[in-house]
């Protein structure tokens, strides 16, 4: 009975002192707080898979080759370095150059494919390369910058592919642009109009200013071709070029910069003259058929050319109905002799002009 009452007493003295933990609690040095993670159970069927990422030291580098044969072998590929691009001058000339074509074999030719890629996003690609023994090869790429950050380099890279070999170079492009203060500072009096895209309705309107200095007036509404790549937002226009190579080696009038790569400008024509026009593209006009960019007929492009200054505002969406009426739109006789001219084209020679 006395030891009974022994241990009855010694529990209840540790019961006072508070020296017991409570059971299912961690302790702690902070302040009389303690923390206990939560667990969270995923069941096995929806957990990600883990998945093993690419580090940098894997990805190209100006001197990466990679070859499963030999039939790159001798062959040289050189890029152009000290390439700048500034608001005065934003259009870069890229020259990708074979200054040496050693074949292996018996073949003195070799279709190969090259890929150039802007910061990533493939620019240009010719699938049919021809590669001549003992000859040398140029391929000339034009480049519009409209990306406005101070001090921006670009990576620029060409993959020649041929058999199961790749050759891959790197340069850099300086973008030497205006800081975006430059841009904010400029007064919205320089600005007399606004560009709307409808994408899904193949249709660009552009608006001037009420009394209120809203851009609400509708002052010229044109057909256009967009394409999927042609992304909704907004914008601000770029730079300008009258002339300028196009994707897939063509030429394009009247060229100024919405985003990146995307452009408004003509029907592409097959070279640097007016009169080879793509007259089954310039039919396609009010459909989405191009590769991004926003196509539009000579004279609404030109009118946007010699009206609209770098930095107007730029909207491009979708909607189910369009706030003014459809312009029309009438197609070329591909048979007709003047087929390979734009018929709106104000050009004093071109010959649909009715003077001609």
Same mark, same amino acid.
């Given at each position: 009975?006395?030891?009974? @009452? ?7 003295? @540790? ?8 059971? &299912? ?16 159970? $995923? !069941? ?13 030291? =894997?990805?190209?580098? =100006? ?11 001798? $062959? ?11 608001? *005065? ?11 040496? %074509? ?12 090259? %890929? ?10 010719? !699938? ?9 090869? =140029?391929?000339? @790429? ?32 300086? $973008? ?31 608006? *001037?200013? &009420? ?37 897939? *080696? %063509? ?16 029907? !592409? ?15 396609? @006009? *009010? ?10 007929? $000579? ?24 706030? %003014? ?11 007709? !002799? ?19």
């Amino acid at each position: 009975m006395k030891r009974f @009452l022994c241990v009855a007493l010694a529990l209840l003295l @540790l019961l006072l002192t508070g020296c017991m933990v409570a059971p &299912d609690q961690t302790s702690s040095d902070t302040a009389g707080y303690s923390y206990r993670p939560p667990v969270q159970s $995923v !069941p096995a069927s929806t957990a990600a898979p883990v998945q093993s990422l690419p580090v940098e030291s =894997e990805l190209p580098t =100006e001197e990466t080759e990679t070859s499963e044969t030999d039939s790159l072998t001798g $062959v040289e590929m050189l890029l152009p370095e000290g390439l700048v691009a500034t608001p *005065g001058s934003p259009w870069v000339t890229v020259t990708v150059a074979f200054p040496k %074509v050693t074949l292996t074999g018996p073949e003195s030719e070799r279709t190969c494919s090259l %890929v150039l890629t802007l910061d990533g996003e493939t620019v240009a690609e010719w !699938p049919t390369l021809l590669l001549s023994a003992g000859q040398e090869k =140029e391929v000339e @790429l034009e480049f519009s910058f409209d990306r406005w950050q101070e001090d921006y380099v670009a990576l620029f890279r060409a993959t020649l592919s041929c058999g199961g070999s790749s050759l891959v170079r790197e340069t850099e492009i300086s $973008v030497d642009n205006y800081p975006e203060e430059v841009y904010l500072a400029m007064s919205e009096d320089s600005f007399p109009y606004s560009i709307d895209v409808v994408r899904n309705q193949n249709v660009v309107i552009v608006y *001037g200013r &009420d009394g209120e200095d809203d851009y609400t007036i509708p002052v010229r509404v044109c057909v256009c071709s967009t394409g999927t790549a042609t992304p909704v937002g907004n914008y601000s226009l770029g730079s300008k070029k009258e002339w300028a190579s196009l994707y897939g *080696g %063509v030429w394009g009038q009247y060229v100024c910069g919405i985003s990146g790569n995307i452009l408004f400008h003509s029907v !592409p024509y097959y070279h640097m003259s007016k009169d080879s026009l793509e007259t089954e593209e310039y039919n396609k @006009l *009010g459909t989405a058929c191009s590769m991004g960019c926003v196509r539009l007929p $000579v004279v609404d492009v030109k009118w946007i050319y010699d009206n609209c200054p770098s930095g107007t505002a730029i909207h491009i969406y979708d909607a189910d109905e369009l706030p %003014v009426e459809r312009p029309a739109f009438n197609t070329i006789d591909p048979d007709d !002799p003047r087929a390979g001219w734009d018929p709106t084209d104000p050009d004093e020679n071109n010959p649909w002009n009715e003077n001609n």
